[in-house]
């Protein structure tokens, strides 16, 4: 938004300008990875250090240091209101996964009218292979719809280090296959796990069913999701919350 005057400035520090931001910009390091975004950071302090500097100074020291086109990737998120929804479809395919991927502006009302709007979405995939391993692929879908290929693949989770600024809604078979891979995922993405799907239903997008069989898997770890999802297994509050929606 356009600040006239110190007042009207002061006016834009609200919990959109914090939270969206903080939001968008851990999506964005990210995705580029932790020494680019930092290299980038440097430039940026470096060659502003004795003067003002802007936004656009900082998208472009980011562009430097990574070699992408983090300016048009940025100028979208911090112009455009609201956030995508992904919808995810799995098949096997080359020995790996393939996941065909559709993206839309998530309401939280399900009445909304849907705005047409498209995000360059920068995602990353953590998926589990045959022999165990746990890798990354970062993709960014810059169209309406696209498609990943995660070779040797046998589940996978399309928001790493649950930092992406989206909402994701996987189809039945990504469900399932993700059922083996809940263990490995870390401790800050399971929590993202759970408050998705309750999302997703509690704007008509999902039934319940996801959110409750990831509560139950979960209920067994130790960390702060973990424990979250035992309590709520235990009283009985994930029955309560499938009566109150």
């Known amino acids: 938004m356009e600040a006239k005057n110190v007042e009207e400035a002061n006016e834009r520090f609200d919990a959109v300008t914090y939270n969206k931001g903080q939001g968008v910009l ?20 470096d060659r502003h250090k004795w003067s003002n500097a802007t936004a656009g100074d900082f998208w472009r020291a980011l562009d430097e240091s990574s070699g992408r086109d983090v300016t048009g990737l940025a100028g979208v ?13 799995v098949s096997e395919a080359d020995g790996g996964l393939t996941v065909e991927l559709e993206q839309e502006r998530f309401f939280g009302d399900p009445e909304a009218v849907p705005t047409g709007q498209i ?4 995602m ?3 998926y589990g292979t045959r022999d165990g391993a746990v890798r990354e692929a970062r ?5 309406r719809a696209g ?5 040797d693949a046998v589940w996978y989770y399309p928001n790493g280090a649950g930092a992406g600024f989206y ?6 078979r990504s469900v399932a296959r993700l059922a083996s891979g809940i263990g490995p995922l870390a401790p800050e993405e399971r929590p993202a ?8 239903a509690r704007a008509r997008q999902a039934t319940l069913g996801t959110g409750r069989e990831h509560m139950a898997r979960l209920s067994g770890q130790h960390d702060l999701a973990g424990r979250a999802a035992h309590g709520a297994v235990q009283s009985g509050g994930a029955n309560r919350r499938t009566h109150a929606a």
Do not use: K, Q
């Open 193 to 200: 796990l759970l408050a998705n799907p309750w999302a997703l």
């Open 124 to 126: 990353v995939f953590r």
């Open 147 to 151: 498609s990943v290929h995660l070779p």
């Open 26 to 45: 851990r999506m964005i390091e990210n995705y580029l990875g932790e020494e680019d975004f930092r290299s980038g950071v440097r430039i940026y302090l």
């Open 167 to 172: 909402r994701t809604a996987l189809d039945d």
């Open 119 to 122: 995000w360059p979405v920068p």
């Open 77 to 89: 998120w911090i112009t455009e209101p609201g956030h995508p929804m992904v919808r995810c479809a």
């Open 139 to 143: 993709y960014l879908l810059a169209d």
